[in-house]
T-cell receptor
Framework: SQKIEQNSEALNIQEGKTATLTCNYT??????LQWYRQDPGRGPVFLLL?????KEKRKERLKVTFDTTLKQSLFHITASQPADSATYLC????????????FGQGTELSVKP | EAGVAQSPRYKIIEKRQSVAFWCNPI?????LYWYQQILGQGPKLLIQ????????DSQLPKDRFSAERLKGVDSTLKIQPAKLEDSAVYLC??????????FGNGTRLTVT
């Protein structure tokens, strides 16, 4: 069955540094991949989408890369701020799953001032 | 635009009792999803509706969980009878065509 793995340990970084979060998957390549942000007690909020034929996507301080050979996506937050502290979830849609979105377990990011 | 509305925000019940959750999606969003999120895990899809028809309910424990979306707008998710392992946050989401999901803030269920 399809597996999605994100860094299970929390990531702690200093304000102003670049945070890099990893999302790895097994077996089939996804049609597209999305990243969501989730704050405590709230539902996930969509950040970025990248398709299988795209290598990189950017939005303000956010950048997502997608390597179908390594079966990996990297999510970068540049010039990080304490307000970026949250849990970040990757979600993949696979052709053989009818396009259903499957979420990773999330990585908690903490940005210290 | 108004977001996805869910109620109640919190619910505490004893095992073997029943419970129901309500969701009102964003206006015009034909697709509605119910996800279960256990503490420390990512959301897991329980059921997906397209208008008032079920698209995917492969991971819904049908012996105890049921969901409906009668008029293609609001939806309710019911658990009867509840088990301890059903303690989780139940998230409702909606989307327009293949757009990204818009989530509500969920209902936190505690089964004692």
């Amino acid at each position: 069955s399809q597996k999605i793995e994100q860094n299970s340990e929390a990531l702690n970084i200093q304000e102003g540094k670049t945070a890099t979060l990893t999302c790895n998957y097994t077996n089939y390549s996804p049609a597209y991949l999305q990243w969501y942000r989730q704050d405590p007690g709230r539902g996930p909020v969509f950040l970025l989408l990248i398709r299988e034929n795209e290598k990189e996507k950017r939005k303000e301080r956010l950048k997502v890369t997608f390597d179908t050979t390594l079966k990996q996506s990297l999510f970068h937050i540049t010039a990080s701020q304490p307000a970026d502290s949250a849990t970040y979830l990757c979600a993949l849609a696979f052709y053989n799953q009818g396009g259903k979105l499957i979420f990773g377990q999330g990585t908690e990011l903490s940005v210290k001032p | 635009e108004a977001g996805v509305a869910q109620s109640p925000r919190y619910k505490i019940i004893e095992k073997r009792q029943s419970v129901a959750f309500w969701c009102n999606p964003i206006s015009g969003h034909a697709t509605l999803y119910w996800y279960q999120q256990i503490l420390g895990q990512g959301p897991k899809l329980l059921i997906q509706f397209q208008n008032n028809g079920v698209v995917d309910d492969s991971q819904l424990p049908k012996d105890r969980f049921s969901a409906e979306r009668l008029k293609g707008v609001d939806s309710t998710l019911k658990i009867q009878p509840a088990k301890l392992e059903d303690s989780a946050v139940y998230l409702c989401a909606s989307s327009f065509n293949d757009s990204p999901l818009h989530f509500g803030n969920g209902t936190r269920l505690t089964v004692t």
